[in-house]
């Protein structure tokens, strides 16, 4: 398996990740914010876009996992995080600066309006296949212009 791993530093990497986890799924039970460690992470079954292209019938999705690092608060907006078995649509990763930087708040957009923000130290971003792909019929679909 030819796994995916990615590492961010930069508001330029993290647009790669960004652009690697578009349209990734998650449960809300994959929500991980370890205070102690400043550590966030997140479960995803990610479409691999990067296996897409110039197909029209069979693609696949991967088990993955999103890790922050220097995250020293998390908050969440638009769905209950009791509701463990919800499922998300993670749609791109966004990063404002706070003064002069490095430190920020990295946003997780979701589909809905609803949105995990991360204030992070600086951005420090890992994105890795961990093992499980599947095959899927279904390629994630955007209108013109969005």
């Not at 647009?15 to 460690?37: E, M, N, P, T, W």
């Not at 003064?99 to 809905?112: S, W």
Request: hydrophobic share 50%; charged share 30%; net charge negative.
């Amino acid at each position: 398996m030819d796994a995916l791993k990615l590492l961010a530093l930069d508001e330029e990497d993290l647009g790669v990740v960004s652009a690697h986890v578009q349209d990734a799924v998650f449960k809300v039970a994959g929500i991980l914010y370890d205070a102690r460690r400043h550590q966030f992470s997140l479960v995803i079954n990610r479409f691999a876009w990067e296996k897409a292209e110039g197909k029209r019938r069979s693609f696949e999705r991967r088990r993955a996992v999103l890790l922050f690092k220097c995250v020293t608060a998390v908050r969440s907006l638009g769905f209950d995080r009791a509701e463990m078995e919800a499922v998300l649509d993670l749609l791109a990763l966004r990063f404002s600066v706070k003064g002069d930087g490095p430190e920020g708040t990295v946003e997780l957009v979701l589909a809905g309006d609803a949105l995990i923000a991360l204030d992070v130290e600086c951005i420090e971003a890992q994105l890795a296949d961990t093992g499980g792909a599947w095959e899927t019929a279904f390629k994630p679909r955007h209108p013109e212009g969005a």
